[in-house]
């Protein structure tokens, strides 16, 4: 038997290839005759540098750079002749900081973002591919924006201070500091959900508690994103607010559009293109893939559920393994045929975090086992 494992990181576990050679480690121990094929996958969140790294003949280039909260940090970055690509958690990520005590969305700040995409400039690179995930932002993009030229003022004149918090004392967005050769530069900005900046679904009520804020900063955050676009709307001719995808990141989204120009696309579609995912899956009998959660979220823009659509479209059953399932989980309409969580019941999350390889090798000689 064929199988080709193509997983998604587990969050703040595993990254993708280390869940990939588990899961192979416990086929290959069950039955020596299985022939496994690893393809890392990820949504353009944590660890796509380190997914692409495998796949791109590319240059790990190490760049001096600042976490959310404007500490000094190293960042690396891949270039290829064709392109860049820059993992913004990396720098303004929720796991560059020291804990949840340190997640503060009204001040954390995209500024580290733009010193990884001024580097990006610096070598050349006339097309810029960023991936949006895993930040521990709420500011639009505003920090970046800064650090690339853009003059964001108050109505006394005066800097706009960084983080979401401040977002509501913008009185003018000027342009003509900002970094000429953003305009020769083309950005592809990889998400994984198509949440627009603002509302219900947007980037402050969804994510913002994800990120350390109270109900009422999740409002404050939200009329601030809502004065911004307003501004932008204004100075830079652009409505921010109704773009799919524009709440990624924190509003990120939103911001690579309004001062980058920016393209949104898929972010498991274009890794699995780097990848050359979909001539594997036609070689496959077995197709597996898998996340450290399985929930009703899985079906909208995640990794399992674009490799199983891909896999469905070419006549290849999909298992979708979790270190958790939510309970009563179905994804058959997408093409997963099974979920099955790694983690034993009952396990403590030091634990699991601990023991996820073994878990994710037992639970895969558990199933190979009964095909």
């Known amino acids: 038997m064929h199988i080709l494992i193509a997983p998604n990181s587990f969050k703040n576990c595993l990254g993708a290839r280390a869940v990939g050679e588990a899961i192979a480690r416990g086929f290959c121990a069950a039955r020596p005759d299985t022939i496994t094929e690893?393809?890392?996958?990820?949504?353009?969140?944590?660890?796509?540098?380190?997914?692409?790294?495998?796949?791109?003949?590319?240059?790990?280039?190490?760049?001096?750079?600042?976490?959310?909260?404007?500490?000094a940090l190293k960042a690396t970055w891949l270039l290829t002749p064709e392109f860049a690509v820059i993992e913004m958690a990396l720098a303004s990520g929720l796991a560059r900081l020291r804990g949840s005590e340190e997640y503060r969305p009204l001040v954390t700040s995209t500024a580290g973002t733009g010193l990884l995409i001024r580097a990006a400039l610096d070598r050349g690179c006339r097309h810029i591919v960023m991936g949006l995930g895993g930040s521990a932002t709420v500011d639009g993009g505003c920090g970046m924006a800064t650090v690339l030229g853009f003059r964001l003022l108050t109505a006394s004149a005066q800097p706009l201070p960084e983080g979401g918090g401040a977002l509501g004392n913008l009185a003018r967005i000027e342009t003509g500091t900002a970094d000429q050769r953003l305009k020769n530069t083309r950005f592809t900005c990889l998400i994984d959900v198509q949440n627009p900046l603002l509302g219900p679904s947007g980037a402050a009520r969804v994510f913002a508690p994800q990120k350390g804020a109270t109900p009422a900063e999740v409002e404050r955050l939200e009329s601030n994103l809502a004065h911004w676009a307003t501004i932008v709307q204004r100075d830079l001719g652009k409505d921010i607010t109704t773009r799919p995808g524009g709440g990624a990141a924190g509003g990120l989204g939103a911001g690579c559009d309004a001062f980058l120009d920016a393209a949104l696309e898929s972010g498991a579609a274009w890794v699995a293109r780097q990848n050359r995912l979909e001539e594997a899956i036609m070689q496959a009998d077995l197709v597996i893939t898998g996340e450290g959660r399985l929930d009703e979220q899985t079906a909208f823009g995640k990794v399992p559920a674009f490799v199983a659509r891909m896999a469905q479209t070419l006549g290849k059953p999909v298992i979708a393994l979790g270190g958790s399932v939510a309970e009563g989980l179905n994804l058959q309409m997408i093409g997963i045929a099974r979920c099955m969580a790694v983690t034993p019941p009952g396990t403590p999350l030091a634990a699991a975090l601990r023991d996820a390889k073994n878990n994710l090798a037992s639970a895969a000689a558990k199933l190979i086992m009964e095909q």
Do not use: K, W, Y
Not at 44 to 66: C, N
């Open 38 to 71: 690893i393809i890392p996958m990820s949504d353009g969140g944590d660890g796509l540098i380190e997914v692409l790294a495998d796949s791109l003949s590319a240059e790990r280039i190490e760049t001096a750079t600042r976490d959310a909260l404007g500490r």
